[in-house]
């Protein structure tokens, strides 16, 4: 008997969800695997993002892992969204939803959870409210809440099923350790990093050391030799200028010299209690002029901290304007057709060691080309540099300087979208 047209409906559709519920299992068994593949934060974002994609077809996805320089969960990576549309969503690190998710280990569906959305603090509301977040699940990785991952569609019938919220957070679990790992690798890698610089910097100055006294006496000799030459030759003659070019250059080469044994003297510091928005604000006048002729907008952006009394370092302000001097020219240099540079300083504490004392966090911010990835991580090598014309050793001195402040320094870029100069200084007890 050929079967009725309703069996073959019911046929057709039980096949259908089998395939369906098949496929998914598939997703998940790689989604697992493809998290023990990844160390590479950046890779491993972009394959959980893609997974829960494919498993929950979202219009909308943000991962936030946790910054720990601004005790906040940040925008890591994203899709269904533009990047104007992030632009200051920032989760607090003990605020009240990040309380919520350590507690229940569980989603957070706004839509469902009234009573939970009311009681999350208002900022965490606009958030929410702003990326039209359908559902919120942690990244947890023993007891440690690692990240959020935010979901939204403009489906109107778009949302999970009790199972496939659960299947989320049994997923969102295992991607919390693994984004845990990917983050303790990417510090770990940066401690060998400083640690490599370290060697090198030294090798350099054991080097630059070893050769300045036999270098700098013939330049000396040079030096002299086309002085008394040039005296020799009138103001119009050809000759004179072109001793006065050789002048230069053996002053250029003697500057070399000098940069590379700062790189190995530790150097007296002047030590005195500073105030270092004033000190940046003084170096920010300095570049003013040659920031309007590049059509260079300078943009401040100081937090009420800075004017109280305490709000200071210990530190030699001659060493620290050169420190702020230098970046701040990178960066004009780094815009050539004109952009902006935005110059922000606030009181920072460091989120793991609640009883440490409170830093200063200065960035300077450019919306020039960026800096490649592979090139981060040499950017404070001596002798690194993407500059026609240069020495490659104006980071690497910035950086000894501000490590002599017992400070922190460090560059971050996303390719196309400018470059971000950070610095932490302890501030006076």
């Known amino acids: 008997m050929i079967p009725s047209m309703g069996l073959r409906g019911t046929i057709r559709h039980a096949l259908h969800r089998l395939r369906h519920r098949r496929a998914k299992q598939q997703a998940v068994r790689e989604f697992e695997r493809s998290l023990a593949l990844f160390v590479d934060l950046e890779a491993l974002e972009a394959s959980v993002a893609a997974r829960i994609k494919e498993l929950f077809d979202p219009d909308r996805l943000v991962i936030l892992l946790l910054d720990r320089a601004s005790a906040s969960y940040l925008p890591a990576f994203y899709f269904g969204l533009a990047r104007c549309d992030l632009d200051g969503v920032t989760l607090a690190l003990h605020g009240r939803l990040a309380r919520w998710f350590l507690v229940n280990e569980n989603c957070l569906v706004p839509s469902r959870d009234r009573g939970v959305l009311e009681y999350l603090d208002a900022a965490e509301q606009k958030v929410l409210r702003r990326l039209k977040v359908a559902l919120c699940a942690p990244l947890l990785s023993q007891n440690h809440l690692t990240g959020m991952i ?17 299947l989320l957070q049994h ?50 000799a040079i030096r002299s030799t086309m002085q008394y030459l040039g005296q020799g030759f009138a103001a119009k003659d050809p000759k004179h200028d072109l001793v006065a070019e050789l002048i230069d250059e053996v002053d250029r080469i003697n500057s070399t010299i000098s940069s590379l044994l700062s790189l190995s003297r530790a150097g007296d510091l002047r030590v005195a209690e500073i105030d270092p928005v004033e000190l940046l604000d003084e170096t920010l006048q300095l570049v003013e002029i040659q920031a309007r ?25 001659g060493q620290l304007k050169q420190v702020f001097l230098n970046l701040i020219l990178n960066a004009i240099q780094a815009m050539p057709e004109g952009g902006r540079i935005t110059v922000t300083a606030d009181r920072w504490h460091p989120a793991q060691s609640p009883q440490a004392k409170d830093w200063i966090h200065i960035q300077i911010a450019d919306t020039g080309p960026g800096i490649a990835p592979e090139q981060l991580r040499t950017v404070f090598d001596p002798f690194f540099t993407t500059k026609s014309e240069g020495t490659g050793l104006g980071l690497a001195i910035c950086h000894r300087i501000v490590e002599q402040h017992e400070g922190e320094i460090e560059l971050l870029s996303t390719e196309g979208e400018g470059a971000t100069a950070s610095i932490r200084l302890p501030l006076v007890e």
């Not at 979901?151 to 919220?165: E, M, V, Y």
């Open 150 to 166: 935010l979901l939204g569609s403009d489906q109107p019938d778009w949302q999970l099923s009790r199972n496939d919220a659960e």
């Open 171 to 220: 997923l969102a679990n295992q991607a919390g350790l693994a984004f845990r790992n990917a983050v303790l690798y990417r510090e770990q890698r940066q401690r060998l990093d400083r640690l490599h610089r370290a060697e090198r910097l030294a090798a350099v100055g054991q080097l630059a050391a070893g050769v300045a006294h036999e270098v700098r006496n013939p330049l000396t």
């Open 293 to 317: 002729k590049q059509d260079v907008e300078i943009k401040r952006r100081y937090s009420a901290h800075h004017r109280e009394p305490r709000f200071q370092v210990m530190g030699d302000a």
